[in-house]
């Protein structure tokens, strides 16, 4: 039998924007890269080796307590701008990833970005630990105490924010405990409290995923010694002295200078490796060159850049491996498989990079949207064709879902002159909302002209502690103060800010059309989330277009009516003068 050797399991870090994946991966390696970033926020992706040795050092007595032998010799980490990372972190049959952190702010909960990560984990089935962090927040505080050892009021709140997340968390799917209740991992999802800021739970943090990586993952880590290197392309880019590189993570074999490579494109690349370029330990790949290190050979698993001639059009997402023309058509298979192209009606999908079209296929085909074409690369003209062709038999299916691409000039008149909408976004669940909130939008235009209706003035306002969801659609009780409000209406802030449509109105559990002066109702309100767009307490108008605006007959308002339009007028003119 051959030799094997246990590798490093590959870790990735999701979660919000802010809630603390950089933070956390800074004080593990005791650098401040995020203060190097534009805003704080990682600008590139990164991969970090934690080696054992540091892992122990950290841990410290705890590690001490268990009494574990570790066969493992560190973690791999891979810091990732929003999920980009992580859906390029793929092979053939799954996700290159073996665990990851889903890091929370358990003072905000369950964001939009937080559960389109977990949707991701679901739909690649990697296993992940929930970090609720920024712990240190929570008033009265101390650092030096366990949760049991706070003071009473300290220990009340926490467990309110916790159970509030461990509710949210069951809300999509998951049994989940404090990571020290729990008997079985393979069952229940750990939640580790922790400060990223000041390293409060990141030991227990790192034990646990240890321990999940030495008890589960053992066979799935074991590598052949000396096979060729595997290997998934994070990033493309160009290197001053170097010409294009790719950065790359390897999670099997060895890869040496000098070897032979094919490398994942369009048309795959067979190329000969110049130069392996390994950061440095505790450093990372987004490191400046004079942080690294020139070596011979690489092992799984590792992050590594990697120089080779003609990688200009190298592709994120796709395979690396060791070896020479046998893989091309491997390799060509495996982007071929991503891709779609049928003759059905449905939508046209471009993608930057193999695992964010992957990650876009999965969530139509989960929200039931049918795709026509789904491909690598910018918008172009023939999508425009496609997408036009389609509008003619469903006007909703004829459209362009570009995620984190770009469009060509030439396919934007066309798509102009053919009215074909193309909506782009970097954030999955963003660009969905954005296409769903047109439909509902269009189908309201669409109903209204049908029934010759025109909306009139009303004023609303969203009452103190009737938030019933936050989002998607945000639910929230009101009371009508002026006017009739019918489902359907867009609203508009004080400030003149148009913000969500009224997607449905209830009273007593009942769905209805309309309210009236005095009515207080449960407003289903898509397009925005409550405590960013609105807020309790907000008075909000029914928002009345210019075109609205000239049919509507004064003299069959009301008085209320008129001092409403009144004040909707005044807001309009107070928007123009700015």
């Avoid at 964001?111 to 929570?138: C, G, H, S, Y």
């Avoid at 991503?338 to 990079?353: F, K, N, P, Q, S």
């Avoid at 309100?525 to 928002?543: H, K, P």
Wanted: hydrophobic share 40%; with cysteine.
């Amino acid at each position: 039998m051959p030799e094997t050797r246990i590798r490093e399991p590959i870790i990735s870090v999701l979660g919000h924007i802010d809630h603390g994946k950089t933070t956390l991966l800074d004080w593990i390696r005791g650098t401040v890269i995020a203060s190097r970033e534009a805003g704080g926020i990682t600008q590139h992706i990164g991969a970090t080796d934690v080696p054992f040795e540091t892992i122990k050092g950290i841990c410290g007595p705890l590690f001490d307590r268990l009494r574990l032998k570790i066969k493992i010799r560190g973690l791999l980490f891979i810091d990732t701008p929003g999920h980009e990372a992580f859906t390029n972190l793929r092979k053939r049959g799954g996700s290159v990833a073996d665990l990851a952190i889903l890091m929370v702010d358990i003072n905000e909960g369950l964001m939009p970005q937080t559960i389109e990560a977990i949707n991701i984990l679901k739909q690649n089935r990697v296993p992940f630990v929930v970090a609720a962090n920024k712990i240190d927040i929570i008033h009265g505080w101390n650092s030096k105490e366990k949760i049991e050892n706070q003071q009473q009021h300290v220990k009340d709140e926490f467990y309110r924010k916790f159970y509030k997340l461990l509710s949210q968390l069951s809300e999509q799917g998951f049994d989940s405990d404090l990571f020290s209740s729990i008997r079985d991992f393979t069952k229940q999802i750990a939640i580790v409290p922790i400060s990223a800021r000041n390293g409060d739970g990141v030991p227990e943090l790192l034990m646990v995923l240890m321990g999940l990586a030495q008890q589960y993952l053992t066979k799935k880590l074991a590598i052949e010694r000396g096979a060729p290197a595997k290997g998934t392309i994070l990033e493309v880019k160009e290197e001053r002295g170097l010409g294009t590189t790719i950065d790359v993570i390897l999670y099997d074999g060895i890869m040496r200078k000098g070897d032979q490579i094919v490398v994942g494109s369009k048309e795959p690349i067979l190329t000969k490796i110049k130069a392996l370029l390994k950061p440095k330990p505790l450093d990372e790949i987004r490191s400046p060159r004079d942080r690294f290190e020139n070596v011979p050979e690489v092992c799984a698993a590792s992050g590594v850049k990697i120089a080779a001639p003609n990688l200009e059009h190298a592709l994120a997402g796709a395979p690396v491996y060791v070896g020479g023309p046998e893989m091309v058509e491997k390799i060509k298979r495996e982007i071929e498989d991503v891709e779609i192209y049928t003759d059905m009606t449905g939508v046209v999908l471009r993608a930057d990079t193999i695992g964010s079209l992957e990650a876009l296929i999965n969530t139509l085909k989960e929200n039931n949207i049918p795709i026509k074409k789904a491909t690598i690369g910018k918008v172009s003209n023939s999508d425009v064709i496609e997408a036009s062709a389609v509008s003619s038999e469903d006007k909703f299916l004829g459209v362009i879902l570009a995620f984190n691409s770009s469009v060509l000039r030439d396919a934007k008149i066309l798509a102009k002159n053919r009215n074909v909408k193309i909506f782009q976004d970097k954030i999955i669940y963003k660009l969905l909302e954005d296409y769903e909130d047109w439909i509902e939008r269009e189908k309201e235009r669409e109903r209204l002209e049908k029934e010759g209706k025109v909306v009139t003035p009303a004023k609303i306002r969203l009452l103190p502690k009737h938030v019933f969801r936050q989002s998607k659609p945000a639910i929230v009780g009101v009371e009508i103060l002026a006017g009739t409000i019918a489902s359907g209406c867009r609203l508009m802030r004080e400030d003149g800010k148009v913000v969500g449509r009224i997607k449905q109105i209830q009273l007593e559990k009942e769905t209805i059309k309309s309210a009236t002066t005095g009515d207080r109702v449960a407003m289903a309100i898509s397009g925005v989330t409550m405590g960013r767009q609105l807020n309790e307490n907000d008075t909000v108008y029914a928002f009345i277009s210019s075109e609205d605006m000239k049919q509507l007959s004064e003299e069959e308002l009301t008085e209320e009516e008129l001092a409403v339009l009144r004040e909707i007028r005044r807001i309009k003119r107070g928007i123009r003068m700015e």
